[in-house]
């Protein structure tokens, strides 16, 4: 193998390059820096998500019901937007730059216009969340036509976007520059690759909000005179859907980096990894349909083929990566020496570390309870059960927050003493804010599909209808399982204040950390060596049992759950 020799900055760059002791990782400063600061910002997004969290529960339990219609439809809002857009996609773009910047150790391209789109992203998410909490803007997320929001709404979000795309462009111009630079040899990382994944998506997403977004902002300023409907649902959920895509390729980018961090794990194949993640860019924006299912203005046909034929490439990938990274770790535990049985090397991994930890819950979580309904809610029969019901919900908190939020806590435990320099404050608390926050969750999006199967509204302040001409009368297990989902929602709540708590008190009160030497020369990456697993087949076929079995037990978890679903529908559409 050829010596790989130091490349300094381009001419006339004026930079510096941080090795991190503890990890041995390398942070450019200027993008170590804009790094900070979008993952600061992420962090008070999802604090203000949060308490708007609590008054979103509180209502929707029964037995407290707590807000007035109208503020709980802002209070909704804002929960929404500020969670599932700002919250992610701010710490996504720090995402991007550790993925370009410090895991190919070089300069990040054009740090002055990173700035502006951060600034572009801070302005828009501010000039948002004060159209809606002036109480003139409670459109839901969705901001569907012709209900209207004020042109400080549309005009928040469309700088927003600009703002991220922005950062997209300079994740890219970033890797242009390793590559010309020579900064690593071969392909990029896995976990740069699915980061490339997620902003390939990234710029098919804000694409669609535009084309959607600056019509209907015009409108509500008086220069359109209306934005058709349908038009408007079908290309809002071409930005809706795929923007949490974007957040699936980021976090299984996350679950590699975390199988290398806390394991020395290698993908056991990165041709097949990468294939996945290719999926992914070719057919997830395609399983938007599946929002669309119960709109009357689309074809039986154009729904079908994207929600059962083109989704399934997808749902494919997914299942790629839910077998091949749990399958990396037993791999690397099994060259360790937990070789007992099928799962030793599963009981002997590190469930103490908040990174492994968070990073495992939202896997498991992820697959089972967000992937099996996602699939289900796709099948155009089985949509009809539960379009619109508060079943809607339960699913994309069981793969927004159990797999993405939860996936990007983890992240944080390890970047707290790497990028923020600081040592952990409270670790116990930090040990057990995952279990806390992710088990909540999974019990909180059980029963809220639970209550959704039974027919509960999806948005609607009062589940009851008291005051209604026609009345409904829910059975009692629906009244059950919204008390449920009042619970798991506070004690998911108190999970997330606790990841609030320990990363801020970090941040602002944690031990100064050895930054680590300086230089203005940047060290190439080393070309890595094929793990051994990926040259044979392992022993009896089989290089990771364990994971196999898992995998059986996921599909008879996904046969059984089609299966009573079927069921539902057979009982309420009596066939001879």
């Known amino acids: 193998m050829s010596a790989v020799l130091p490349v300094p900055a381009s001419p006339g ?41 609590i008054g979103v529960v509180l209502t929707r339990w029964p037995a407290v019901h707590w807000l007035a219609p109208d503020t709980f439809y802002m209070v909704l809002t804002a929960h929404g937007i500020d969670m599932l857009i700002f919250w992610i996609i701010f710490f996504e773009i720090a995402v991007l730059y550790f993925c370009s910047s410090t895991l190919l150790r070089c300069r990040i391209a054009t740090p002055n216009i990173a700035w502006l789109g951060f600034a572009l992203m801070l302005i828009g998410a501010v ?12 459109v839901m997320m969705t901001s569907y036509v012709p209900m209207m929001a004020t042109p400080a709404f549309y005009l928040g979000l469309i700088l927003f976007a600009v703002g991220a795309l922005i950062g997209c462009f300079v994740f890219f111009g970033t890797l242009v520059i390793a590559k010309r630079e020579k900064t690593y040899e ?5 976990v740069t690759f699915g980061a490339i994944t997620a902003a390939i998506i990234a710029v098919f997403t804000i694409a669609s909000g535009a084309i959607i977004l600056i019509p209907t902002f015009l409108m509500s300023v008086g220069l359109v005179k209306e934005v058709d409907p349908l038009v408007y649902r079908t290309i809002w959920w071409a930005f809706g859907h795929s923007s949490q895509q974007i957040n699936v390729a980021a976090h299984i980018s996350i679950w590699y980096a975390v199988a290398a961090i806390a394991f020395g794990a290698k993908p056991m194949s990165e041709r ?51 077998l091949t990274i749990p399958g990396a770790i037993e791999v690397a535990q099994r060259q360790k020496g937990y070789t007992r049985g099928l799962f030793e090397w599963l009981r002997k991994a590190p469930w103490g570390n908040p990174v492994f930890s968070g990073m495992f819950i939202a896997l498991i979580g992820f697959g089972f309870l967000g992937g099996i309904s996602g699939v289900m809610m796709g099948t155009e029969q089985l949509n009809m059960l539960i379009h619109n019901t508060i079943y809607v919900p339960g699913h994309f908190h069981a793969t927004v927050v159990v797999g993405t939020t939860l996936s990007f806590m983890a992240l944080t435990y390890f970047l707290i003493p790497v990028l923020f320099k600081r040592e952990m404050i409270l670790p116990q608390l930090a040990k057990i804010q995952p279990y806390l926050f992710g088990l909540s969750m999974y019990f909180f999006c059980l029963v809220m599909m639970g209550a959704g199967t039974l027919g509960v509204s999806r948005r609607h302040w009062d589940m009851a209808f008291q005051g209604a001409a026609l009345g409904y009368e829910w059975p009692g297990a629906a009244y059950l399982m919204m008390g449920l989902v009042g619970i798991g929602g506070i ?16 941040i602002l009160f944690g ?35 364990g994971t196999f079995v898992l995998a059986m037990l996921f599909l008879v978890a996904f046969v059984l759950y089609y299966f009573i679903n079927w069921k539902y529908l057979g009982q309420l559409w009596g066939l001879s």
């Open 127 to 138: 000039t948002n969340n004060v159209a809606v909490f002036q109480g003139s803007s409670s």
């Open 491 to 506: 004690a998911a709540i108190a999970g997330g204040g606790i990841y609030i708590l320990v990363t801020v008190g970090s």
């Open 13 to 53: 760059a004026t930079t510096t390059y941080r090795t991190c002791p503890r990890s041995g990782l390398q942070f450019e400063a200027r993008a170590e820096w804009l790094m900070i600061a979008n993952a600061v910002t992420a962090v008070v997004a999802l604090l203000i998500g949060g308490l708007l969290a």
């Open 272 to 322: 097949v990894s990468r294939g996945a993640f290719l999926l992914y860019i070719l057919f997830l924006q395609l399983a938007s349909a599946h929002h669309l299912l119960a709109d009357p203005g689309l074809s039986t046909g154009w729904k079908v083929v994207n929600t059962s034929y083109f989704m399934y490439f997808a749902v494919l990938a997914s299942m790629i990566h839910g």
């Open 186 to 190: 071969g392909s990029v990382p896995l």
């Open 511 to 545: 031990r100064k950390l050895e930054s680590g030497a300086s230089s203005n020369v940047g060290t190439p990456v080393p070309r890595a060596a094929p793990t051994v697993v990926a040259q044979t087949y392992g022993s009896a076929g089989f290089a990771a049992p």
